[in-house]
């Protein structure tokens, strides 16, 4: 069974949040945007690309008008479906609406150690990490899900993908490539491990999240980057992270309008240059504390503006996904579980393919491996939801329930045997009666999350070949002798 199996919901139970005429209504509006308000795009390739389509660019401002038939057209050339792939084939996920993967999430800077002190990431942490993601049955993808701080800022996107490529046959995440020349060293480690350019179009073994800023502007690198990667067949997630009420309105749907416009202006952008390129429709928006300015990543408001974006992914075929486990809390336990639990099942019931942030604290800046592990055990729980009821002969039981009437035990049923396997429990979390936890000492969820951490970070390491690890030392030294010339 490969590990996509393991991740099957199939037809999953949804919540519909919005209408059909709603998510028109919100498309609607951010084509009126789109083609009376403009994006500012800080690229230049990006306004060549829109004016040699017919878009109105002003040079001076940077902003870029798109008529509604051209973003319409540009649309119709998205690819509905793919597949993410891995440095092992067992591993690959398929982004086809019935399967759900949760994945580490990155760009944190602090590592909370088992004794609660903290420190600054370096790239060994993102190496452990990925070995942990590698073990964990519902941890799907890896990625630098804290920077590795002692790496050259130059080439540190290129030194993180070499620890998740090193640690985990899974998928990976790239989240902090910064510019052109060090999106061609990570193409060329990618070729590498994957066997060929071709192979890597066509299993690519990474995905970029690309940031868009807001409100309406598409920054220089970004755009850039979205399109060297998008022509090497590479999947790029567009990622806009308004802040309701701060740069976005207040308004739930006046904010969907402005991601969804954020979203789609660089969609447009890359299918007209590169016709079918591997897009996800994601986003991370949240609220701020109108009193205090504080973050609010897992605020109900940011939980329902992600619920939309699904929603809106779903009306244009994309597959989606989202941030989940950004907790606010500086600890693992009640809160940090509370939080992700409803952001993930948020997302998965209003479309998400994948979502991401298992393993941070403190708004996504602190990595924290109980996390990843309790992250793991609720993945579990929001996919036996997600799978719903299955209503047919064998699952009614009419003959058995005649058989049993008003007497007898199921316990012994041969139909028990057959199907007692298909009931969720708990690996982590505490199901032993009152007595022996009050009485016997037995540890916390917490504390049982720590012993699986240490005991998988302890397995041995999967392999990788020797020759490929120099070729990739090789590519990296290259690149930063590249920069320092610069």
Not at 307 to 320: F, K, L, R, T
Request: glycine content about 8%; some cysteine.
């Amino acid at each position: 069974m490969s590990h996509a199996d393991t991740c099957a919901v199939g037809r999953r139970l949804h919540l519909e949040l919005l209408s059909r005429e709603e998510l028109g209504q919100i498309h609607e509006t951010t084509l009126d945007v789109l083609e009376n308000v403009g994006v500012c795009y800080h690229s230049a390739q990006a306004l060549d690309v829109l004016e040699a389509h017919g878009a109105d660019v002003n040079r001076t401002t940077t902003v870029a008008k798109i008529p509604g038939e051209l973003a319409e057209r540009a649309l119709t050339t998205l690819p509905n479906q793919f597949v993410l792939g891995s440095r092992n084939p067992e591993f690959d996920l398929p982004l086809d609406g019935e399967h759900v993967y949760l994945s580490t999430d990155g760009c944190g800077v602090l590592v909370r150690e088992a004794d609660g002190s903290v420190r600054p990431s370096c790239k060994a942490d993102v190496r452990l990490t990925a070995h942990l993601a590698q073990q964990l049955e519902h941890v799907s993808t890896t990625s630098a899900i804290v920077a590795a701080l002692d790496c050259p800022p130059a080439t540190r996107a290129l030194h993180e993908l070499d620890a998740c490529l090193r640690g985990s046959e899974k998928h990976s995440i790239v989240v902090s490539v910064k510019d052109t020349r060090e999106a061609l060293g990570l193409l060329r480690m990618a070729e590498a491990v994957a066997g060929g350019r071709e192979e890597l179009r066509r299993r690519p073994l990474f995905t970029a999240i690309i940031c868009t800023v807001s409100p309406l502007h598409q920054e220089r690198y970004g755009m850039d980057l979205a399109l060297t990667l998008a022509a090497a067949g590479i999947p790029v997630s567009f990622y806009p992270m308004p802040i309701v009420g701060a740069t976005a309105p207040a308004t739930l749907a006046g904010a969907a309008v402005v991601a969804n416009a954020e979203m789609l202006s660089a969609t447009i952008v890359t299918q007209l240059a590169h016709p079918g390129a591997k897009i996800i429709h994601g986003g991370g928006p949240t609220t701020m504390n109108m009193s205090t300015g504080a973050y609010g990543s897992n605020a109900p408001e940011a939980l329902l503006l992600r619920a939309a974006i699904g929603q809106i992914a779903d009306y244009y075929g994309m597959p989606s996904w989202f941030g989940s486990g950004a907790t606010l809390a500086k600890t693992p336990g009640s809160q940090s579980a509370g939080e992700n639990t409803l952001a993930m099942l948020m997302a998965y019931l209003n479309g998400a393919d994948v979502t991401f942030g298992t393993g941070l604290l403190d708004g996504s800046r602190m990595l924290c491996l109980e996390n990843i592990a309790i992250d793991d055990e609720v993945m579990s729980v929001v996919k036996r939801l997600l799978r719903g009821v299955t209503v047919n002969a064998e699952t009614l039981a009419v003959e058995l329930i005649k058989e049993m009437a008003c007497s007898g035990s199921y316990l012994t049923a041969n139909h028990t045997r057959r199907h007692a396997h298909e009931l969720w429990r708990a690996a982590l979390g505490e199901d032993h009666p009152h007595q022996i936890g009050h009485d016997g000492g037995a540890p916390s969820t917490v504390a049982r999350a720590r012993e699986r951490v240490d005991l998988l970070c302890a397995a041995a390491p999967v392999d990788f070949p020797h020759d490929l690890a120099a070729e990739l030392d090789a590519i990296i030294a290259a690149t930063e002798a590249e920069a320092a010339k610069r």
